[in-house]
């Protein structure tokens, strides 16, 4: 079993450690709050800092909101990169920038260690089950130096390509999550206004060609109207800005991608920032004038 220096206990994080500790790995945690608390019941020891955590860790896994909060664990005052051991992993889970990635991971081959970028998908029910989805970037050595404690959080784990492609291909991701997310609530948005039950609408359409885990999950959220994260909208709209970035480097036009941003944006005027991304349905209900609002 390895030694895991974790740090990132947030809405994900938090049942992504819980089930390092259950199969069996070394814990070790920091910035444990009344949330996270438990995790220290169940056998990981709380630390100081980041340097704290990542002293004698063979892998240290981050899964932190933005990119700027990466750089910052790992080369601020007492970051990771102060004690991190030459021959140590580091595996970034967050959802950053791909170009940033390839930065930080330069940074940390340099010291010695092994940089792997392996973003997830699957929201905290696939943190909680185990069932997420992890796009991995990195060498073929350090992927598969990784892999068995990845395996503990998820279970459709794809090696994507170099350092890097973790990240642009979970940025991919977003985009398809995104855009079904506003799709879904927009053919909401018209059964309900032409009288059709949303309940009935939704099983019918589940035995179509619309059928997709969203509509599945996040449509019956929406029907249920329970926004609790989940993933938030803030971090998805921050995801497609990302998007966009690297779009404008790469002269790719993402219009549809925009046009969601854009609702996300309104999203965060309303309030509704901290809501499940489920909740764009609640927030174009809004600006329709739907019952929905």
Do not use: W
Request: aromatic share 4%.
């Amino acid at each position: 079993m390895a030694k895991i220096g974790f740090i990132g206990l947030g809405t994900m994080g938090r049942p992504m450690a819980e089930r390092l500790i259950k199969a069996g790995h070394e814990l070790r945690i920091t910035r444990v709050k009344d949330a996270s608390r438990y995790l220290v019941d169940l056998g990981a020891t709380a630390c100081e800092t980041p340097a704290e955590v990542t002293q004698g860790s063979d892998i240290v896994i981050l899964i932190v909101p933005d990119t700027p909060d990466v750089d910052s664990v790992l080369f601020g005052d007492q970051g990771v990169a102060s004690t991190l051991g030459s021959g140590a992993i580091l595996v970034d889970m967050s959802s950053i920038s791909p170009l940033a990635t390839k930065e930080f991971a330069s940074k940390i081959n340099a010291l010695g260690a092994q940089y792997v970028d392996a973003p997830v998908s699957g929201g905290e029910t696939g943190a909680r089950e185990g069932t997420l989805s992890i796009m991995v970037g990195g060498t073929q050595d350090a992927v598969a130096s990784a892999r068995p404690v990845l395996e503990a959080m998820g279970k459709n784990i794809t090696h994507v390509g170099d350092t890097g492609a973790g990240q642009t291909v979970k940025v991919a991701n977003q985009i398809v999550v995104g855009l079904t997310i506003q799709a879904v609530s927009e053919a909401f948005l018209l059964a309900e206004k032409a009288g059709v039950d949303l309940q009935v609408a939704r099983d019918a359409m589940l035995g179509g060609f619309a059928q997709s885990r969203i509509l599945e999950l996040h449509g019956q959220r929406m029907i249920d109207e329970t926004f609790d994260p989940g993933f938030k909208i803030a971090l998805h709209r921050k995801d497609l800005n990302i998007a966009l970035s690297n779009a404008g480097q790469l002269n790719v036009a993402l219009p549809n991608t925009a046009g969601v941003v854009q609702i996300m944006n309104a999203a965060i005027a309303q309030g509704e920032g901290q809501s499940d991304h489920s909740a764009l349905f609640r927030v174009l209900g809004a600006i329709s004038g739907s019952d929905s609002e």
